[in-house]
């Protein structure tokens, strides 16, 4: 199984907004063809968090190569529902499908709001942002 990372609002945020961090994430990703992928969800979480500044550097991340957007489709939505069920949270959709994704394929999330989705799955693989 090929690893790769998942970008939650927050790493995709930040990544619009010229975070170092995430520029070298991007640079290390195209080096070592890591696959990033974007949870449609919090890709439209992100847009709807930015002006239209960075609105517009978030189109041009989107079209890096190695990134791919996750659709939420209906064994996603289930998933990532049931997933939001099993809990006391009152976790966003978002936040469930990020879960879904990374416990589905074991990848670690990319986000600087760990909390939120250790409470949707404990066991989550995280790499917070600084």
Not at 5 to 34: F, K
Request: net charge negative; proline share 7%.
């Amino acid at each position: 199984m090929i690893g790769g990372r998942i970008l939650d609002t927050t790493a995709l945020t930040a990544a619009a907004r010229g975070s170092l961090y995430m520029q070298a994430l991007l640079s290390i990703a195209h080096q070592r063809v890591i696959p990033l992928l974007v949870p449609s969800t919090a890709l439209s979480d992100a847009y709807a968090g930015l002006k239209p500044d960075a609105g517009h550097a978030l189109s041009a991340i989107i079209q890096f190569p190695l990134l791919t957007v996750a659709p939420l489709d209906e064994a996603d939505a289930r998933g990532a529902g049931i997933l939001r069920s099993n809990t006391a949270s009152t976790a966003s959709t978002t936040a469930g499908h990020v879960a879904y994704l990374a416990a589905a394929r074991q990848w670690p999330v990319i986000t600087g709001e760990p909390d939120r989705l250790r409470a949707l799955y404990p066991d989550i693989e995280l790499e917070d942002l600084p």
